[in-house]
C-alpha cells in the first residue's frame, strides 16, 4: 500500500485540537481575531454566493447545512440544533464544517465546529455591538445561561469593554456553572433571581435560550430606552425570544434578510418590515445607532459567511499551530482516469 | 485531558479503508449489496425528505450538497465536479459524506465517498437497466471509459448478466487502462474505434462523458429500436451527451424530476415532457419495458437517496468489518452546558 499524495490528504481539526488551539491563542484573543475575520468578509459582503440554510426539520430538531463561497474557497458546516438533547445528555447544537477549493472542489480543511460555532457566535454578537450598542456599554444582562453564555460575556468584555455581566436562568445550576467560569475573568458577575433583576441597568441584554417555541423572554416594559438586544435564541422557523411590542420599538439588524425573516424574532412581524443588513452598517452605506434613546436589536440567526470566516481562520492557524492531523479523505489515483485500478491494486 | 466518550466519536472510513473494505467483499458482491439497498430505498420512496442538490457552480465546476432523511436517518454527500481536473492530475470528481441521527442529530458515519460514489452509481445504472433493458441483454457499448467504466461494466455484468462490453473513448489511453482493469473480470472486452464500432450489436449504451457542455455522444441514427440507453455524464446544468431527437423517440425514466429537468438530458425537453420515475417502476405503479422495440432511457443524474443507501449500507458493514477509524469529532463536555468549562479544564 503505498502512501497516498498531499493531494489526498485533508487537514482535520478534531474537538481536542480544537481545544488546544483555542488554549494556546487564549479564548479572548481568539476571539477578536475571529471577529476580525468576521468582519472583513461581511465587509465583502457582494462577493459571497448567498442562500439561506438548508434545513431538515424534525420533531425532535433540525439539520442544518450553510453553504457560502467567496469565488476562491467554498465553505459549509453542518450543524444540528435538539433543544431536548442537553436533558439526554447530548449537545443542543453541534457542528462540524469543510472549506475547500473552488478551483478543483478539493477539501482543504475539516474542522469540528460545535466549539468554533460557540467562539464565532459570541464574536459576531460582539462585533455587531461594536456599531450598535450604547457608547461606554458597561453592564449586559444575560438571559440563558447554556453552551454560549460565557463565550459571549468574554467576547463583550474583550470587543466591547463591558466590565459586568447579570445572569439569569430557569436553571438555576445553568447560572452557577457559568458564575464560576467566570470567575477568573475579571468581569464582574451577578447571579440574578429574575429576567427583571438581570435587565436592571443593563445597556445591553443577550437573550440565549434554547426552547424550540414561541417564548417570551423579554417583555415589552423589561425594555428601556437606549438598549441594545443581542437575540441569539430566536433562530429557528417557530422559535422566538422577544414579546413582539419589542420589536415594533426597535431599531433591528439581521445578517442575510431572506434566512432571518423566516427564522429570526422577525417571523412575528409583516415580510416587509424594515430592517438594515449589517454589512451595510459595516460598511458605511447605513446608519448604525443613530442616538442614546434608540433601541437597536441584532436579531441574530447565524449566518453561513461567520462559518466560513471562523474556517477560513483556522485554516490560516495551521500555518503556524500543530492541531490537526491530516486525513485520507479523498481518493488520489497515480492516474486521475483509474479509480478502479487503485481499488483492486490496494488488495495486493 | 480525558479522553471523550463514544457519544463524542464518529466513525471515518477513509480511502484506504474503503479500498480494504471493497476488496474484502469483493467489488461486484458489493456492487449488488449496494443495489438491494437502493433498491430498498427506491420502493419506501415517500418516506424521503427529498430536495434538488444545493449547487454552488464555478467556471471550472461545480460544488454541491446532496442532503436527504428518511426521518430516523439523516444523510449527505459533498461532492465536486471539475471537467478540468484530470488533465492537472486531480479526480474530476471526489466525494465525501455523512450519515446522522435525526432524533439528536449527531452523526454515526464519515465516510469517503469518491469510490462510495462510483460503486453507487454503478449500482443504480446495473439496477434500473434490470427493470429497464431488453431480456436477455448481453452486450453492453461503453462511451467514455473514465474512472466510473469499469465499475459500470462489472455492475452490469452482475447484476443484468452481460458478457460483452465494447468500449470507446476518445482518449485511446482510457480505453487501454479500461481494457487492462476489465481483463481478469471475464467479460468479454472489444476496443472500438468510433461511438458507431461501439454501439454495433449493443442492446445497452451507456455514455458516461465529463465533458462540462453541450455535447452529442450519440446521435440519432446510432441508436436502434430495442435498445436501453444509460446516460450517465449528462448530471448538470449546461451538460448533456445525447442529441434531442433521439430522447424524443425513447420512454425516459428519472430518479427525482425536479432535480433531472435542471440537470439531466431532458433539460434539452419541454419542462412538461412525460418522464416515469424510477421508484414507480420499482414498486409495479409504473410500467418498465413494455415491448422488444421500445427504447428505453434511464437519464441518470445521481441522487441523494442513493447516497443513503450507499452510507447505510457501509455503516452496517462497520459491524463486521474493522475498517475504520473513531474521530473525535463531537464536543462531549459531561455537562452539556458546559462547553467552556471544558474548553477551559483542557488548558491544565
Redesign the interface.
Known sequence: ?TT?SK??LVP?V???NM??L??KIG?AQMIVEIADYIEADFKRWKQF?K?PR?A?H?E????E?M?T?D?ES?G?K?V???PA??A?????V?A?G?L?R??????VLLS?M??LT?LRTAATSALVAKYLAPKGSKTMAMIG???????QALAFQTVVGIDTVRLFDIDRE?TA??A??LATTGLNVISCNSPEEAVAGAQIITTCTADKQYATILTDNMVGAGVHINAIGGDCPGKTELHRDILLRSDIFVEYPPQTRVEGEIQQLDDDHPVTELWRVMTGQAEGRRDAQQITLFDSVGFATEDFSALRYVRDQLANHDTFVE???????D??????????R??S
Chains 1, 2 share one sequence.
Open positions: 500500500m497516498p493531494l489526498a482535520f478534531s474537538v481536542d481545544m488546544k483555542v488554549n479564548p454566493d442562500t438548508i431538515a424534525s425532535e430538531g433540525v439539520i447545512l453553504p463561497s469565488g467554498y459549509f453542518y444540528n440544533g435538539h438533547n442537553m439526554r445528555g447530548f449537545q443542543t453541534t462540524f469543510v475547500a473552488v478551483d478543483n472542489g478539493y477539501p469540528e460545535t466549539i460557540a445561561n447554556g453552551a454560549q453564555c460565557e463565550f445553568a456553572k457559568a464560576k467560569n486525513l485520507d479523505m479523498l481518493a488520489d489515483p492516474d486521475p482516469r483509474d479509480l478502479f485500478g487503485m481499488v483492486a490496494a488488495a
